[in-house]
């Protein structure tokens, strides 16, 4: 007799909050979300551009900002830049299976915003599992 199996892998964020974070008035904000791989993940998170840019344009660079990435279940406690995050940064965790793991994103601003107006940036957050794991 033979018998085999097989399980497909797996591994999605999920933002509670629908993945907007509004930091008008506040020097930092927060927002949980959920990881759920059956294998160990790598997280890749990237800015589209580089700090928070205002949408009249009269600003030249962009606001810049610290974010705080925090997986504490399987080891990811990492704070970015958002001049880092102007290209793809990668982080796994220590090779645990993140099942239902619960994780954070804080962003700090790193000085008010001078400029009457909306202030945005898209932060892309993608997760995949790990074959080898290890630290990028």
Same mark, same amino acid.
């Given at each position: 007799?033979?018998?085999?199996? /097989? #399980?497909?892998?797996?591994? &999605?964020?999920?933002?509670?909050?629908? +993945?907007?974070?509004?930091? *008008? !008035?506040? @020097? *930092?904000?927060?927002?949980? &979300? /959920?990881?759920?791989?059956?294998?160990?993940?790598?997280?890749?998170?990237w800015s589209s551009s580089g700090?928070?840019?205002?949408?009249?344009?009269?600003?030249q660079q962009p606001n810049e900002?610290?974010?705080?990435?925090?997986?504490?279940?399987? +080891?990811?406690?990492?704070?970015?830049?958002?001049?880092?995050?102007?290209?793809?940064?990668? #982080?796994?965790?220590?090779?645990? @299976?993140?099942?239902?793991?619960?994780?954070?994103i804080r962003i700090i601003m /790193?000085?008010?915003? #001078?400029?009457?107006? /909306?202030?945005?940036?898209?932060?892309?957050?993608?997760?995949?599992?790990?074959? !080898? =794991? =290890?630290?990028?």
């Amino acid at each position: 007799m033979t018998m085999f199996g /097989e #399980v497909d892998t797996y591994c &999605f964020i999920d933002f509670s909050s629908g +993945g907007i974070l509004n930091i *008008s !008035n506040r @020097i *930092s904000n927060s927002t949980p &979300f /959920e990881i759920d791989c059956n294998q160990p993940l790598t997280i890749s998170i990237w800015s589209s551009s580089g700090g928070l840019v205002l949408d009249d344009k009269f600003q030249q660079q962009p606001n810049e900002y610290f974010l705080h990435l925090l997986v504490s279940s399987i +080891g990811i406690n990492k704070t970015f830049s958002s001049k880092d995050i102007s290209s793809v940064q990668r #982080v796994t965790g220590n090779n645990d @299976i993140p099942f239902n793991a619960k994780g954070s994103i804080r962003i700090i601003m /790193e000085e008010d915003f #001078v400029f009457s107006g /909306e202030y945005k940036d898209v932060i892309t957050i993608d997760v995949s599992p790990s074959i !080898n =794991g =290890g630290i990028y």
